[in-house]
C-alpha cells in the first residue's frame, strides 16, 4: 500500500488495501493531542480530558519512540509541520518514508460520512476497543490523566485473531508500535473517532454535526419524493337537513286540520240555504 499525500485518493487506497486484507496494516495517527504531547506541552481535549505530560510520563516517551519505529507494515499519519521548531524535529525524528505517509486526519472532516460508512461495515469482523458502547475491549475515557496501564490490553489484542480497531486517543499510537513490536500478526488501525457516533450516541466534533445535518436534509427530501401525491378530493355542497316537523310519506297535521275546518264551512252555509 502506497500513499499520495492526497487525503481523499488515500482513503480509497486504504479502504481497497484493508478489504483485501491481503497484507498487515499498522495505521498510526499523530495530530494536535498527539504533537503537544511528544513535544511537552499542555492540550485540552474536547472530549475532556487535560494533557499535562511530565519528564517522566511513560506515555510520552513511548509516543516519541512510536513516531521514530520503523517497521515495513507500519503507516503514519504526520501534519506538516507549523513551525520551525516541529519541522527540524521532524527532520531528526520521523523515519518513515514518504510512501507510507498520510493525512492524519484521513477519517474526519470532510471525509468523516465515508469513513464512517465504511467502519460501520467492517466493524463486526473486528476487534473494537474503546470507552463507549459495543466495544469488545472497554478502556476509561480518559488514559491521560492518570496514565493508564495498557499492559493487559496488549497481551490481550496479541490473541486476537482478526483486524483490530482502536479508538483509544493517544494511546492508539503507543499500541500499534508495540503491536508490531512484539511480533502482532492483525492490521491495527487507529480509527479516532469515526465512530463516535455510534458508541457514544451523539456527534462529538463540529464536522459530525454538520455532516449530520446534511444527512438528515438529504432522508427528508427523499421522504417527500417517494410520497404519492395526494389526491384532490371533490367537495360536495352542503346538503339542507331536513325538516323535523315534516314526515315522510304523511300530510302535515296542519293541512289536515285546514281541510277539515273548510269541510265543516261548507256543510254549514248548505244547511243554511
Known sequence: MKFTQDAGKDLDIFCKAFTAGKEQIGLARFGDGEERIYMGGTYHCSDGWVSRPSESSALRKRLGDSIRFSHPNYYVGFRHPRNLKLYCWAVKNVKTPPSRMFDPCLFVNSRWSKARKFFSKVRKNCFLVGSGEG???????????????????????????????????????????????????????????????????????RYMRIAMK??????????????????????????????????????????????????????????KK
Open 214 to 271: 446534511k444527512i438528515k436534509s438529504k432522508k427528508s427530501k427523499r421522504d417527500k419524493k417517494k410520497r404519492p401525491p395526494r389526491k384532490k378530493v371533490k367537495r360536495r355542497k352542503p346538503t339542507k337537513p331536513p325538516d323535523k316537523r315534516k314526515r315522510v310519506g304523511r300530510r302535515p297535521m296542519g293541512a289536515v286540520r285546514a281541510e277539515a275546518h273548510l269541510k265543516k264551512k261548507r256543510e254549514r252555509g248548505r244547511n
Open 135 to 205: 466495544v469488545n475491549y472497554r478502556i476509561p475515557a480518559n488514559c491521560i490523566e492518570p496514565e493508564y496501564n495498557w499492559k493487559k490490553l496488549l497481551d490481550k489484542l496479541l490473541t486476537v485473531k482478526k483486524p483490530i480497531l482502536l479508538a483509544a486517543g493517544p494511546l492508539a499510537n503507543v499500541l500499534v508500535m508495540e503491536y508490531l513490536e512484539r511480533g502482532g500478526k492483525q492490521s491495527i488501525i487507529d480509527i479516532g473517532t469515526v465512530l463516535d457516533y455510534e458508541m457514544f450516541g451523539k456527534s462529538t466534533r
